[in-house]
């Protein structure tokens, strides 16, 4: 595929980190795929006053600040002369940055330092913060992870419209790297064995299994059409949403997990029980990732 001016970028977040690597190596490689520029993008941190009359600063050096820009231009280098790669060093935050080059971008990439998922939504984890404030769909990268090329994409199907970019997004991805999808739908009811009140009858449990299996049916139909030459595989588990996306991931060796997002993020999301928030800080056998409700994405 060759790459026009229009292209619209990858971007990818680089700090020098073990998960920035990561995320770098995945971005070039999906830039390279899609035939589209990367775009690597080194924040310094908020400007900030050292004292009266002496002007703004920022909280890395300007050494270390050379220092990351010169180990992100290395590894653009090392893509080849025929590679379009931009590196571009900016002082403010690294996810306020990759949000504002998301509105430009076919994909943004980032890395993740782990810490707990309460200490991430009040110290501000930036993929937690991009994942759910960009404009475009957003993959996380924890690691360098182990996965088969032919591995599937795994994708939670809720059913609603909502949902509809993030499905669209797997399905795009798979069709174009003739891979199958496997679509999760978890459906969720506490019936404590002593329990016999009609309403949570092993009939009704059942009369709600056979509904979600409709919803998930409903909402593969149209995909499943516009993409007949996908392998799908629908997964129906009375599971918590977070759990039966992992076990299916784990179990089907995927190779990308998809969700939507509904723009929750930080404390918020944490408390409304985001299922893009809750797989962020897990742990996961592949990269997530992130498709909001107002994105389409593609492949």
């Known amino acids: 595929m060759s790459t026009t ?8 977040g680089f700090d020098g980190s073990d998960s920035a690597d990561a995320a770098f ?9 899609r035939g589209v520029p990367l775009h690597v993008l080194v924040a310094r941190g908020m400007l900030y006053p050292v004292a009266a009359g002496y002007g703004l600063t920022t909280p890395w050096p300007e ?6 820009v010169e180990q992100a231009r290395e590894r653009a280098a090392a893509l080849g002369p025929d590679r379009a790669v ?31 998922a309460l200490g991430e939504a009040f110290s501000g984890s930036t993929s937690s913060q991009v994942a759910a404030h960009a404009s475009c769909p957003v993959v996380v990268v924890d690691r360098a992870f182990d996965v088969p090329a032919d591995g599937p994409i795994v994708v939670a199907v809720d059913g609603s419209s909502a949902n509809d970019p993030a499905v669209g997004f797997a399905f795009e991805r798979a069709d174009a790297l003739g891979v199958p999808v496997v679509a999760i739908h978890s ?9 016999d009140a009609p309403w949570l009858s092993e009939e009704r449990v059942a009369e709600l299994e056979e509904h979600h299996r409709g919803r998930l049916d409903v909402a593969l139909a149209g995909w499943c059409a516009k993409f007949s030459d996908v392998q799908v595989h629908p997964r129906l588990r ?17 190779q990308l997990i998809v969700v939507g997002s509904r723009g929750h993020g930080g404390f918020v999301g944490l408390l409304l029980g985001s299922v893009s928030q809750g797989l962020l800080h897990r742990e996961r056998p592949c990269p997530l990732a992130v498709v909001h409700a107002v994105s389409g994405g593609t492949s």
């Open 86 to 116: 931009v590196v571009e060093s900016v002082a403010g935050t690294p996810a306020g940055f990759l949000v504002d080059a998301s509105r430009e971008a076919e994909l943004v990439v980032v890395g993740r330092r782990r810490q707990s």
């Open 238 to 254: 009375r599971s918590l949403p977070v759990e039966a996306v992992l076990a299916e991931a784990e179990a089907d060796k995927a």
């Open 5 to 12: 001016a229009a292209a619209r970028p990858i971007v990818v």
């Open 187 to 195: 459906w969720w009811v506490d019936v404590p064995q002593t329990f």
């Open 25 to 33: 190596a995945w971005a070039a490689h999906e830039a390279q795929r």
């Open 63 to 68: 050494d270390f600040d050379s220092e990351l």
